[in-house]
């Protein structure tokens, strides 16, 4: 079964389309995808007519290009036919977007299509999806484009059982600099299921990390996704919900009552090296950021560099708690730091790990110290602990910092709060690759993200 | 491949939904798995020679298809010393719903540790290992991981206990025989594994790990409703 249609179709018809309600989402989803896409789109209706001047085919095979993604936001009833047309036409991978199949009861319409599906290996998303979004190149999703917050392009492939999670989720990678290469809403998942884009990612040479929202597996694909995500030669991230759920039967065996559903969904993934639960959002986007920046695995001891001692304080807490190790520094390094530290900041600052250059401190004693940690073969990652308000910080110490991390091959993450006013100094770790967090336990869980990821 | 008497057992079994105590003993046995010495006394007249047979002091179970969980509803005694005590307990056992024998075993004081399967729906048999006995849901200091399992999922579930220390030899206590629970636990996740398609979950509790043994002191399977 061939998912690349799904992701980067030539052409694309929307089949569903209405001539007076401009608000219906197959209406959405043809006019971005005709205007703001490469993906050649054409509208379908039996009814035909016309949509701003655009012709609507009457059916798939009405229209003059051979369709290679169908998106359909037609009544459940007819979806079975359509998709059936689908298959006749030659048309090579499709969206279910509409509601009303197995969530109402309706297996029936569910098992016709996955029937067809099967025989004809074409690959279906859906039904009750939002679909695919491919920056740059489809977006099926049914929202207005003034609506929704796209992330850059980048490495992170995202896929999720919810909607309305995945849409969250991608403000929340737009806000963190966490670059997307795809996100897959796929609802009901009658056929395409969370396995097969798996597989389909693992080959896939845009995602180098691949992250899942799951609210439970079907029978037994729980085991088939967890072997296959061991076997994946790239990060896989899952955040499970419905932790609290499934508590209540009665059980016969002590096995049985404390092997629950998510205390067992939980022991599988940690079991499988490579496979990473994220116990919620803030690891989410944590794990995705840092393993979008770095493809390398360490096995805990961090340098932290701060300009408050309390911010120190908190992340030796924070590491502590993740079982990462915070390594006394060495007498010669210390020297070596204190000696090239400004005048000023050598009397006060406490030169160990962390190292606490005060708010006396400035750009050239963060680019030092920082340099000095990453030389040092015991530290594995540097966390610079950043306050931009501190007199001395300039804008740009984020891409000077960057270099350093660069030069010496040694994975930096920082922290900076995320307000506008610093936007410059975020950015000059971004663009260069460097992952920011907007909180010092952030920070803390990228690093947790290198210490839980194998060797790739 | 499933022995034939297993699966002969497991049949038989079937219209109680779950195997009686001697049965799932002798499963383990057939499997390699250490179990005490045991026999069941069915009449009077087998209780003293049973018993001395054993050895005493004894463990006195009740067998009864009607009564699944034993020590809550009174079906168990420990430490019996002796042919008269033995046939009072008999006598009292005899009384209760379904009794179908007395299971008579030696007693193997160590370490209580629970070994369980469950067959989960997402992810097919798990394994879960812990300290047992009756308190096994109070502390629930368990690991649990997708079976089979191999040397590396064994080590890191005994690994991930939090009183591990009590099993590696504490205050003059000599350690339990790691290499017999290790053993134990990869050759039960085996047969876990061949079971699948009958088993809903199994627990050995308590099993006694002693410096030299691991031997499965109780044990309950529960069969599947359905296939």
Redesign the interface.
């Known amino acids: 079964m061939n998912l690349q249609p799904l992701f980067k179709p030539k052409t694309m018809a929307v089949i569903g389309v209405s001539t007076t309600n401009e608000r219906h989402p197959a209406n959405v989803i043809y006019s971005k995808n005709h205007h703001r896409y490469p993906v050649e789109t054409f509208a379908v209706n039996p009814r035909g007519g016309a949509l701003k001047g655009d012709p609507i085919f009457p059916a798939i095979s009405d229209i003059p290009e051979q369709i290679e993604l169908a998106v359909i936001a037609a009544r459940a009833d007819y979806v079975p036919d359509i998709l059936k047309n689908c298959i006749e036409s030659g048309v090579k991978a499709a969206i279910v977007v509409s509601g009303g199949f197995s969530e109402v009861g309706r297996w029936d319409l569910r098992d016709r299509m996955v029937a067809m599906a099967r025989e004809a290996a074409f690959p279906f998303v859906g039904p009750n999806c939002l679909g695919i979004y491919v920056p740059g190149y489809v977006d099926s999703f049914f929202l207005p484009a003034e609506r929704m917050v796209k992330p850059d392009e980048g490495n992170v492939a995202f896929i999720s059982q919810s909607g309305g999670i995945l849409v969250d989720q991608m403000i929340k990678f737009a806000d963190e600099g966490v670059g997307l290469s795809k996100a897959v809403s796929i609802g009901n998942k009658a056929f395409v299921k969370e396995l097969d884009l798996l597989n389909f990612l693992a080959r896939d040479r845009e995602t180098k990390v691949i992250a899942f929202y799951v609210e439970?597996?079907?029978?037994?694909?729980?085991?088939e996704f967890?072997l296959a995500a061991e076997k994946c030669p790239k990060p896989v991230i899952v955040l499970k919900s419905g932790k609290s759920s499934g508590g209540q039967r009665a059980?016969?065996?002590?096995?049985?009552?404390?092997?629950g559903?998510y205390?067992?969904?939980s022991?599988?993934l940690a079991?499988h090296d490579g496979v990473i639960e994220a116990l919620n959002e803030l690891e989410l986007v944590s794990f995705c950021e840092s393993m979008s920046s770095y493809q390398t695995s360490i096995n805990g001891n961090i340098g932290i560099v701060t300009g408050s001692g309390g911010h120190g304080a908190l992340a030796v807490d924070a590491c502590s708690a993740q079982g990462l190790s915070v390594p006394e520094l060495g007498e010669v390094t210390k020297k070596e730091i204190e000696a090239h530290l400004s005048a000023s900041v050598k009397a006060i600052a406490s030169i160990r790990n962390p190292a606490d250059l005060t708010g006396s401190a400035i750009d050239d004693d963060f680019v030092w110290t920082v340099r000095a940690l990453c030389t040092m073969p015991e530290i594995e990652c540097v966390i610079a602990l950043l306050l931009p308000y501190l007199p001395g910080i300039t804008m740009d110490l984020g891409s000077r910092l960057s270099n350093v991390s660069r030069q010496a091959g040694k994975p930096l993450i920082a922290y900076v709060p995320h307000v506008d006013k610093y936007r410059m100094l975020i950015e000059g770790f971004e663009l260069n690759g460097i992952p920011v967090s907007p909180s010092i336990e952030g920070a803390v869980l990228m690093a947790t993200a290198l210490r839980r990821s194998k060797p790739w | 491949m499933v022995k034939k008497e297993i699966l002969t057992i497991l049949k038989t079994s079937e219209k109680w939904g779950?195997v009686l105590e001697p049965d799932a003993k002798r499963i383990f046995s057939l499997e390699g798995l250490d179990v005490p010495k045991f026999s069941v006394a069915k009449v009077p007249g087998d209780v003293s020679r049973i018993g001395n047979e054993i050895g005493y002091p004894v463990v006195a179970k009740i067998v009864s298809p009607e009564v699944?969980h034993k020590s809550d509803s009174h079906g168990v005694e420990v430490g019996v010393t002796g042919d008269k005590d033995l046939k009072k307990v008999f006598d009292r056992f005899r009384k209760m719903e379904g009794f179908a024998g007395m299971l008579v075993e030696e007693m193997i004081p160590g370490t209580e540790l629970?070994i369980?399967?469950?067959h989960?729906?997402?992810?097919?048999p798990?394994i879960?290992l812990?300290f047992g006995g009756t308190g096994?849901?109070i502390y629930?200091d368990?690991?649990?991981?997708?079976a089979p399992l191999d040397e590396n999922?064994v080590n890191?579930m005994i690994q991930g206990l939090k009183a591990k220390k009590l099993l590696e030899g504490y205050r003059g206590t000599k350690p339990i025989n790691m290499k017999a629970l290790k053993e134990s636990l990869i050759t039960f996740s085996g047969l876990v594994m061949k079971l699948k398609d009958y088993v809903?979950?199994?627990?050995l509790?308590p099993v006694m790990c002693t410096p030299e043994r691991c031997v499965i002191a109780d044990a309950?399977i529960?069969l599947k409703t359905e296939k």
């Open positions: 439970g597996f079907g029978k037994d694909e729980g085991r967890v059980v016969s065996s002590h096995t049985a009552s404390m092997a559903d205390q067992s969904f022991a599988a079991q | 779950w699944l629970i369980g399967a469950k989960d729906y997402q992810f097919g798990m879960l812990g096994v849901e629930k368990v690991s649990l991981r997708m999922d890191s809903e979950s199994i627990d509790n309950r529960i």
